[in-house]
């Protein structure tokens, strides 16, 4: 079956760090991608995705590459601010028909000042 | 432009009583979601709803769990008798279409305390 195995939090840094939290998958075939951003108190929303081999998704100065050789979609911010602390969630969904996202466990990033 | 609502957004009872939480998506939107987010499970997929149609409820624990959608803007999670192991969060996602890149757009949750 389908599983995203994520790096375990929480991951904690200081403000201007460079950030990379970890994302693999399993899946057949050649799913789509995706970084789910998760705000204290609030629903996961969509941070960026990646619909094929070699595609970079990027938003808010975050990046990921869909690496079908390593079934890998790292997450990475040049320089991080306070206000991205939050859980981070990697997501593949399968490209057929009926299907739905299925999410890693979630990986809390934690900004200092 | 309203978000997915949902309500309450906190629940606090006690085991062996009836919860019912509820969910508006957002207008327009066709496929709805209802998740669970715990601790020690992450996010879990209960039950997906595609037209008001139940495609998928593998996700839904045991027949203690329920999940209607009577019509395109309303939809329930119903837990009938509760118990402590169902505390978690649960959040109701709406998006436009099924596919594979379609982007779900999720509530604030509803926080479930069973005591």
């Known amino acids: 079956g389908n599983s995203v195995t994520q790096m375990e939090g929480p991951v904690t840094l200081s403000e201007e760090a460079f950030l990379t939290i970890n994302c693999t998958y399993t899946?057949?075939?050649?799913?789509?991608l995706f970084w789910y951003v998760q705000y204290p108190g609030e629903g996961l929303q969509l941070l960026l995705k990646?619909?094929?081999?070699?595609d970079k998704g990027s938003n808010k100065g975050f990046e990921a590459t869909y690496r079908k050789e390593t079934t890998s979609f790292h997450l990475e911010k040049g320089s991080v601010q306070v206000s991205d602390s939050a859980v981070y969630f990697c997501?593949?969904?399968?490209?057929?028909?009926?299907?739905?996202?299925?999410f890693g466990k979630g990986t809390m990033l934690l900004v200092s000042p | 432009d309203a978000g997915v609502i949902q309500s309450p957004r906190h629940e606090v009872t006690e085991m062996g009583q009836e919860v019912t939480l509820r969910c508006k998506p957002i207008?327009?939107?066709?496929?709805l979601f209802w998740y669970r987010q715990t601790m020690m499970r992450g996010l879990e997929l209960l039950i997906y709803?595609?037209?008001?149609?139940?495609?998928?409820d593998s996700g839904m624990p045991e027949d203690r769990f329920s999940a209607k959608m009577p019509n395109a803007s309303f939809s329930t999670l119903k837990i009938q008798p509760s118990e402590p192991r169902d505390s978690a969060v649960y959040f109701c996602?709406?998006?436009?279409?099924?596919?594979?890149?379609?982007?779900?757009?999720f509530g604030s949750g509803t926080q479930l305390s069973v005591l």
């Open positions: 997501a593949l969904r399968p490209n057929s028909g009926y299907s739905t996202l299925t």
């Open positions: 207008s327009g939107h066709n496929s």
């Open positions: 996602a709406s998006s436009l279409m099924a596919g594979a890149n379609e982007k779900l757009f």
């Open positions: 990646a619909t094929k081999a070699d």
């Open positions: 899946a057949t075939g050649y799913p789509s």
């Open positions: 709803f595609n037209n008001n149609v139940p495609i998928d």
